[in-house]
């Protein structure tokens, strides 16, 4: 059977306009906008300082961004400025632009004193209140997609950085959040235990899970990703398919740091 054609313009799952922050006298955003299609892989390269961990913090409100506009679903969930004032979120609107957007760290900072499957279903259980049982099969079906279903009563000491960084991905799929963010997800990771965590998430990728990446997998970002980004000094300096910006990049900045990082 045909699907019916799309009518009229679908809204991107995320929309920044002119993102600001500053910390102190330094400005680390300045005016970056990014538009990010539902079922979409960004990935966001650039070097180090350039404000692409703000940027992803800034999303998901661990930073408060200074001015511009963050629409999830078309809807505005950031800060934004009218007419020179700012803007402040409800305390609700922070909560459910929190919980729609999952966040993996280069560190995994999981919940030491609890096993794989406790990490996974504490956000579920607290925050969302799903019953207990319905968290558990949630839990071992995620450990069952991160290949990680013989070690669902490992504690994280017990696993090795590869593995522990898949049990964060599961625990932020628990969430069931509309965007995954990762920043720098493989680069505390021994060499050999990177590969493991990036098909993992090629295989999110591929199951249409909307995803923002910031890596330095170039290899990555030429394979999975529908749009690279290149952030320096806090703006993007150029931005396209992977084919472009990776393997013909207009700006000499772009140029200078892919000879430095390829
Ligand atoms: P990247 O992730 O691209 O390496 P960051 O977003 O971490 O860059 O940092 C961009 C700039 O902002 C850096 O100069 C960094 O020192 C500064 N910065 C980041 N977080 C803070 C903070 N909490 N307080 C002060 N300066 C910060
Ligand atoms: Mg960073």
Do not use: W
């Not at 600001?20 to 079922?39: A, H, I, M, N, Q």
């Not at 661990?62 to 505005?76: K, M």
């Not at 929190?98 to 499957?117: D, K, N, Y």
């Amino acid at each position: 059977m045909t699907q019916p054609r799309p009518t009229g313009k679908t809204v991107p799952l995320l929309r920044i306009v002119g993102l600001r922050k500053s910390f102190g006298p330094v400005e680390v955003l300045r005016d970056v906008s990014l538009v990010v299609e539902t079922g979409q892989v960004t990935c966001i390269v650039g070097p180090s300082g350039s404000g692409k961990s703000t940027l992803l913090r800034c999303l998901n409100r661990l930073e408060v961004p200074d001015g511009g506009a963050i629409y999830l679903d078309g809807l505005l969930v950031g800060v934004t400025e009218k007419n020179g004032r700012l803007y402040e979120m409800s305390p609700k609107a922070l909560a459910t632009q929190r919980q729609a957007m999952g966040m993996v760290f280069q560190g995994f900072h999981l919940f030491p004193h609890m096993t794989a499957l406790e990490n996974i279903i504490e956000a579920p259980i607290t925050v969302k209140k799903q019953p207990r049982e319905e968290a558990i099969r949630s839990a071992r079906e995620l450990l069952r997609k991160v290949g990680l279903t013989e070690k669902a009563d490992a504690y994280p000491q017990q696993l090795s950085g590869g593995q522990q960084q898949r049990v964060a991905i599961a625990r932020s799929l628990a969430m069931q959040p509309k965007l995954m963010l990762f920043d720098e997800p493989t680069s505390a990771l021994d060499p050999e235990l990177v590969g493991e965590v990036l098909a993992v998430m090629k295989q999110l990728a591929q199951e249409g899970t909307t995803m923002v990446v910031v890596t330095h997998e170039m290899s990555f970002a030429r394979d999975v990703a529908n749009q690279v980004v290149f952030m320096d000094g806090g703006v993007i300096v150029e931005s396209g398919p992977p084919a472009e910006v990776l393997s013909h990049p207009r700006h000499a900045r772009t140029r200078t740091f892919l000879a430095r990082v390829v």
